[in-house]
């Protein structure tokens, strides 16, 4: 047993649902209990789609697990096929049905339909959502893209599939234009999108590209080496999110393709490069940016974060166990310890101890920054419905490199109204405790109320240390230490003139120098102390 209130993924079925969803021509019988049709929710309202999810659900009561529930099944199968007619049909089961054993994959076959029915078996106790997701990729891919492609003309464009982009996928839509522009610029068609509004035919059709382009690893990885394996179709790794990264997937995709990268990339012009060279943006150079999110998000966000908007990553983790390795292999090029948990109270406790002043993550990060008073921009799912827009708004590409700057600038304090509060600090506008005043009175209240005074999100969540950032309580809140420090009032009243961005890093700094030399109460000295020792 786990106790838990937030969860970063769903069960892998609802994977499963994000796949069958995206594509058209497909159906899902899902062996499930009465309820689980919830989940349809997520399409129909956060990401706001038209139509139902192509899911049957069996719907089981208490009073039928007396009876048969294989049968129950077997008839939710042929009236969905009576009714559907779709090219193939996935069966499987949530995680309630799981337990009663059915083997939904079994009963399927024995009504002997017309089409490919596919079993899936994704462990619900074991593994999450876009494990599900990729699970049931890639056994679509291993059922219907069996046969060898016909040989191409010898003078056609170079080709490739884009693979990984789903239903509820964080700006999958947009991405998917994006990349397909991108591709078009360096002279590279695209054969077919999965499963992104592909039928099981256009599945079938797979092999035909030169290459594959993976764009979500999460999901599509498996179905890649797969094709790979089978088919010789070799696949670009490299997931276009920032320049450094576009770029890199511009020379990977020309390697494939056999053309020359060059002309392409003297047409591009990088706004988002040259926004972040402007002398506007040097105010933001070096500021502590804490990301988390899956890991193709979070370790692209801390590339962008470090190496093209000049940030300083103090945090990096993922929720994404499947690519830990990879999550480990970045966190070394910013020199912090990787952070891979699925459980947002150690994220909390981990952004609270890492004193950012910007976090990067998703909706739960966005929560935790709201409750520690911290400027936050989402970068990956989990979502809310606001981040599935009706305005073009891409993550991948050139694009999507202007979004990303936008959208992490936006929530700072802006350079000059910083340098005000630096100067002015018992302005009542611009004063200490003020948030930045383009995000107009919501964000002022925020700031201004104390965060014991913000309602609580869980009740556990206050087994965190409130507010470390602003609140002077703070100074006894570190659990692991021998000493019971104290701030002196004057030294609290010195401290509180720092801009509060930087506050909570000149308090924590200031504790740690007090302590390694068992100083017990904290004086004006002590703080220029630590000053004095941590600038040396
Ligand atoms: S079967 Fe799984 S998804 Fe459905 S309600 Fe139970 S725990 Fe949730």
């Not at 005074?453 to 309580?473: F, G, N, Q, W």
């Not at 506050?503 to 302590?515: I, P, V």
Request: aromatic share 8%; net charge negative.
């Amino acid at each position: 047993m786990q106790l838990t209130l937030w969860t970063y993924e769903g069960p892998p079925h609802v994977g499963a649902m994000r796949v069958a969803t995206a594509m058209r021509g497909l159906h899902y019988v899902l062996h499930a209990p009465q309820g689980d049709t919830y989940a349809d929710l997520l399409f129909t309202m956060i990401e706001r789609r038209r139509e139902r999810p192509p899911v049957t659900y069996s719907t089981f009561q208490a009073r039928d697990l007396g009876g048969d529930t294989a049968e129950l099944f077997q008839r939710s199968v042929r009236e969905a096929y009576e009714r559907f007619r779709p090219q193939a049909m996935i069966v499987g089961a949530s995680c309630t049905a799981e337990l009663i054993q059915d083997d939904p994959g079994g009963l399927a076959q024995a009504l002997d339909l017309p089409i490919p029915v596919i079993p899936l078996e994704l462990p619900s106790y074991q593994r999450k959502e876009n494990w599900g997701a990729a699970e049931t990729f890639y056994q679509l891919v291993r059922h219907l893209a069996k046969a060898p492609a016909a040989p191409r003309d010898s003078g056609a464009r170079p080709c490739c599939n884009l693979l990984g982009p789903t239903a509820l996928g964080f700006r999958h839509r947009d991405d998917v234009r994006e990349v397909t522009e991108l591709l078009a610029l360096i002279g590279v068609d695209v054969h077919v999108v999965a499963p992104l509004g592909a039928t099981p035919a256009d599945l079938a059709r797979l092999p035909g590209a030169d290459f594959n382009v993976v764009l979500y690893p999460e999901v599509a990885s498996l179905a890649a080496r797969w094709l790979e394996r089978t088919h010789r179709q070799p696949f670009v790794g490299v997931v276009p999110i920032g320049i450094g990264a576009s770029t890199d997937f511009i020379h990977r995709v020309a390697e494939l393709a056999g053309v020359n990268p060059a002309p392409a990339l003297e047409r591009i012009e990088w706004r988002a490069r040259w926004y972040a060279q402007s002398v506007d943006s040097t105010y933001l150079t070096g500021k502590r940016v804490f990301v988390f999110g899956d890991a193709t998000h979070a370790i692209a966000a801390a590339r962008v974060a470090s190496r093209e908007m000049g940030f300083t990553v103090v945090g990096l983790g993922s929720y994404s166990r499947e690519f830990a390795r990879e999550l480990r292999e970045a966190a070394t090029l910013y020199g912090v310890e990787p952070l891979i948990t699925d459980d947002y109270l150690e994220v909390e406790s981990r952004i609270t101890e890492a004193h950012p002043e910007l976090v990067l993550g998703t909706q739960m990060e966005r929560h935790i920054a709201k409750r520690l008073g911290l400027p936050c921009a989402v970068i990956s799912a989990p979502v809310h419905v606001q981040d599935f827009p009706a305005r073009y708004s891409p993550q991948m590409g050139i694009e999507g490199a202007n979004v990303m700057f936008d959208t992490w600038v936006h929530p700072l304090m802006m350079g000059l109204e910083e340098h005000l509060l630096t100067m002015f600090r018992d302005d009542f506008e611009f004063h200490a405790e003020a948030a930045p005043s383009h995000l107009g009175s919501a964000a002022t209240a925020l700031r201004a109320v104390p965060a014991a005074d913000v309602p609580a999100m869980a009740p556990a969540v206050k087994a965190v240390p409130a507010a470390p950032i602003e609140s002077p309580a703070v100074a006894t809140a570190v659990p692991s230490s021998p000493i019971e420090l104290g701030w002196a009032p004057e030294a609290e009243k010195e401290l509180h003139k720092i801009p509060f961005f930087v506050r909570g890093k000149a308090r924590r700094n200031t504790e740690r120098y007090a302590r390694d030399r068992g100083v017990a109460t904290i004086t004006v000295e002590t703080l220029y102390d630590a000053k004095a020792h941590f600038s040396a």
